[in-house]
Nanobody, 118 residues
Framework: QVQLVESGGGSVQAGGSLRLSCAASGIVGTINTMGWYRQAPGKERELVAFISSGGISNYVDSVRGRFTISRDNAKNTVYLQMNSLLPEDTAVYYC????????????WGQGTQVTVSS
């Protein structure tokens, strides 16, 4: 059974940093894209960043230059380094992993709260 365990969320002041981790276990197949999404209260879930199996990454404009996504394929883990945090970054952050076996399936983490105070 696939499990995604997230860690690293918390509360920081504006300008601070946090590093999120998401470790996948029980994977049968090949992990393709790994990504981070977030959902603020009253808003839809949005893609924050993703990274391909080959290491190509992309970001939503609002975090580009402040956040860095990376992955450790040996550990089936994806990270999100968040610097220069802003109050508008406050949200529940979810990781998503796309796994290819006979077909592609997406798996989600349970979410971790990030709160940035001004």
């Amino acid at each position: 059974q696939v499990q995604l365990v997230e860690s690293g969320g918390g509360s920081v002041q504006a300008g601070g940093s946090l590093r999120l981790s998401c470790a996948a276990s029980g994977i049968v197949g090949t992990i393709n894209t790994m990504g981070w999404y977030r959902q603020a209260p009253g808003k839809e879930r949005e893609l924050v960043a993703f990274i391909s199996s080959g290491g190509i990454s992309n970001y939503v404009d609002s975090v580009r230059g402040r956040f860095t996504i990376s992955r450790d394929n040996a550990k089936n883990t994806v990270y999100l380094q968040m610097n220069s945090l802003l109050p508008e970054d406050t949200a529940v952050y979810y990781c998503k992993v796309s796994v290819r076996r006979l077909q592609v399936r997406d798996y989600w983490g349970q979410g971790t709260q990030v709160t940035v105070s001004s």
